[in-house]
T-cell receptor
Framework: QKEVEQNSGPLSVPEGAIASLNCTYS??????FFWYRQYSGKSPELIMS????GDKEDGRFTAQLNKASQYVSLLIRDSQPSDSATYLC??????????????FGKGTHLIIQP | EAGVAQSPRYKIIEKRQSVAFWCNPI?????LYWYQQILGQGPKLLIQ????????DSQLPKDRFSAERLKGVDSTLKIQPAKLEDSAVYLC?????????FGPGTRLLVL
């Protein structure tokens, strides 16, 4: 059974600093990796996707993937109070018949302190 | 572009009652998913449709949950009979290629 592990937090970071969120996954066959942001009472919103080893940058966000270590991370630079939310790591593996539903971690609750 | 629509947004029922949720995906998205998100946890996949066919329902509690997508567009998820542990947010998502877009969810409370 696929598992995705995240530290539930809360992770408290001062405004303007770098927030670092981490995730490990159990299925070595996983091919696609996603970070979703979820504000309280709202639905998940995609922030980043990453498919190959290395870094992928988009604005203040950088996703990092290391398939050998089965590790995914998300860095948020110049953290803003509006970044305060729960960040969900999700993994999509190779399954028969086109099944590509996501396996999510429990999420890390991030608090940006003004 | 309109997003994924879901209704109702909130539902309160007593245990052993039945309930149904509706989802309308983004226009043109062939793949539709239903997820269950219990408070404090990440979403858990219940069922995936490709057009009107079921691709994956391995985590759907089939003794009480059912879902259909008859014309390959809208979908309904039903719970009958509901249990206390079914209290959760039920999220519908759709995708064209790989990125999944989530609807606002239906918050279910079973008393």
């Amino acid at each position: 059974q696929k598992e995705v592990e995240q530290n539930s937090g809360p992770l408290s970071v001062p405004e303007g600093a770098i927030a670092s969120l981490n995730c490990t996954y159990s299925d070595r066959g996983s091919q696609s990796f996603f970070w979703y942001r979820q504000y309280s009472g709202k639905s998940p919103e995609l922030i980043m996707s990453i498919y190959s080893n290395g870094d992928k940058e988009d604005g203040r966000f950088t996703a990092q993937l290391n398939k050998a270590s089965q590790y995914v991370s998300l860095l948020i630079r110049d953290s803003q109070p509006s970044d305060s939310a729960t960040y969900l790591c999700a993994v999509n593996g190779v399954s028969g018949g086109g099944a590509d539903g996501l396996t999510f971690g429990k999420g890390t609750h991030l608090i940006i302190q003004p | 572009e309109a997003g994924v629509a879901q209704s109702p947004r909130y539902k309160i029922i007593e245990k052993r009652q039945s309930v149904a949720f509706w989802c309308n995906p983004i226009s043109g998205h062939a793949t539709l998913y239903w997820y269950q998100q219990i408070l404090g946890q990440g979403p858990k996949l219940l069922i995936q449709f490709q057009n009107n066919g079921v691709v994956d329902d391995s985590q759907l509690p089939k003794d009480r949950f059912s879902a259909e997508r008859l014309k390959g567009v809208d979908s309904t998820l039903k719970i009958q009979p509901a249990k206390l542990e079914d209290s959760a947010v039920y999220l519908c998502a759709s995708s064209l290629i790989e990125t999944q877009y989530f609807g606002p969810g239906t918050r279910l409370l079973v008393l």
